[in-house]
């Protein structure tokens, strides 16, 4: 179990100091320091950075998918699940405000580094488009689904964005509302036709 731990461990600092700092401003020396280790015991559980950064993308995923499930029935309806998103969203405000989107960030970041690390980042924001994709289908035709999926990520990111540049965590839960207003025009839209 201690094994396990320690690999958490080394997850969640690196994760936070990727975020904080950056990806290429951050070392495993870094890493080992702030989780309290020998940098030889990082090195023991992950042989490279970029081995260390395929294990955040991924545990991050899960995170995500967590909390967007949390609280949710298995036939939770879709509405529910957008709304799950929001939720998770704004409150993740603070967090945005104070570091950025850690999922976004990353991506940006790794575009302009190391084009050949960028896929381990977007492919949370692939797989989230994904799911806002299947939640939207199970209301609208596919075309559609995949255009208002694409619309509130964008939304959410760029709020992200600009909370951190300003420090300012209300920009979020502003959008977020906006973004309701427009999700409840969808809806009726919809059980009009």
Known sequence: MKGEDN???????????????????????????????????????????AELLQWITQAREEQLFRRLHDGLSPDAT???????FLRVT???AEEFARVGCPVGTL?????KEDPALQPYASRI?????????????????????SEHAEHLL?????????AHAYH?????????????????SILIHEEIR
């Open 78 to 84: 879709a509405h529910e699940c957008l709304e799950q």
């Open 125 to 145: 924001l692939k797989a989230l488009q994904s799911w806002l994709e299947h939640q939207f289908g199970r209301l609208l035709p596919a075309e559609a689904a």
């Open 154 to 162: 964008a939304l959410l990111q760029g709020a992200a964005i600009m």
């Open 7 to 49: 690999r958490q461990r080394i997850i969640e600092t690196a994760l936070r100091l990727f975020s904080e700092n950056g990806y290429a401003e951050t070392s495993i020396a870094d890493i080992a320091a702030q989780a309290g280790m020998l940098k030889g015991n990082v090195s023991y559980y992950f042989k490279t950075k």
């Open 168 to 184: 300012d965590p209300d920009l979020v839960v502003r959008r977020v509302h906006t973004a309701r207003i427009w999700l409840r």
């Open 90 to 92: 704004e409150a993740s």
């Open 107 to 111: 991506c940006s970041e790794l575009g």
